[in-house]
């Protein structure tokens, strides 16, 4: 029987399972590395306790269980992490609960509000996104408004960076990670230039995985796929017809989802 791993990196939980075509087993979860308490809206947590975490998961998986052919992960969005030129980790993960962004002010107003006062409402409405605190577009802009961005950097979610340690490869992020970040353009399936342009952003983009069915690179043999968001990948797990019902998901973050065949921006 082939089987395949399956991992969810969320903010209070690790889950990990096996996936074959009609079965999910040997499920386990572990708590997820602590962000601890605010220093100054601050949420972030060591990078590489993500990492050993799951990496170690994934190789207790491999040695116990045999024909395991590929590794799938869905990753809390919006949080991030900073890399180098090399893809090392050069910042903590930023949770999307950070909220630095309201204590740093420009002028007389924090981040927030000079994003929402200084960027065409039209710029925005193209990346589905808005102004909010947490997102990386409002992170990364006061990170390099205090000089902390080097142009040599780049950046991903936490699932993002996992992909990249697991397979040596340089850091990428699937559209849906993408679109979560307040800095893609949802019309030209892109990094959003405008919004990056006027937030002054010196940082070099992550690729986009635009065929999420083939494999970033491999681990030990066993094929690695680009992250997804947490909630995309919920919504494909419905196996049912999304143009036709209305989700609802109540958790750590909740969403109401209506899927279209087309795009609609409002």
Not at 97 to 111: L, P, Q, T, Y
Not at 151 to 163: C, P, W
Not at 257 to 262: A, F, I, R
Request: with cysteine.
């Amino acid at each position: 029987m082939i089987r395949n791993i399956g991992i969810d990196i969320g903010s209070s939980f690790i889950k990990i399972c096996l996936l074959s075509d009609d079965t999910i087993s040997n499920i386990k979860r572990v708590k997820s590395p602590s962000s601890g308490p605010l220093i100054n809206g601050r949420h972030e947590v060591d990078t590489i306790l993500f990492l050993e975490i799951i990496t170690n998961l994934i190789n207790e998986y491999i040695l116990n269980f045999d024909n395991i052919k590929g590794i799938y992960v869905s990753t809390q969005m919006h949080g991030f992490v900073l890399v180098d030129e090399l893809d090392n980790a050069c910042s903590n993960f930023i949770s999307w609960k950070d909220r630095r962004s309201d204590e740093f002010i420009i002028g007389n107003v924090n981040a927030i509000d000079w994003m929402k006062n200084n960027i065409p409402s039209g710029v925005l409405l193209k990346t589905g996104m808005g102004v909010r605190s947490g997102l990386p577009s409002v992170n990364l802009f006061v990170l390099q408004r205090q000089g902390k961005i080097k142009s040599n950097m780049s950046f991903g979610t936490i699932g993002d960076y996992l992909v990249s340690s697991l397979t040596n490869t340089s850091i990428s992020t699937s559209v849906s990670n993408a679109a979560g970040s307040g800095l893609f353009d949802l019309e030209n399936n892109c990094w959003n230039s405008e919004i990056i342009d006027l937030l002054e952003l010196k940082i070099n983009l992550p690729l986009i995985c635009n065929t999420p069915s083939l494999p970033i690179g491999f681990y030990k043999d066993v094929k690695v796929f680009s992250a997804i968001g947490d909630q995309q990948a919920s919504l494909l797990g419905l196996e049912s017809d999304l143009l036709n019902i209305a989700v609802s998901n109540i958790a750590t973050g909740s969403q109401a989802t209506v899927s279209s065949s087309k795009l609609v921006l409002n």
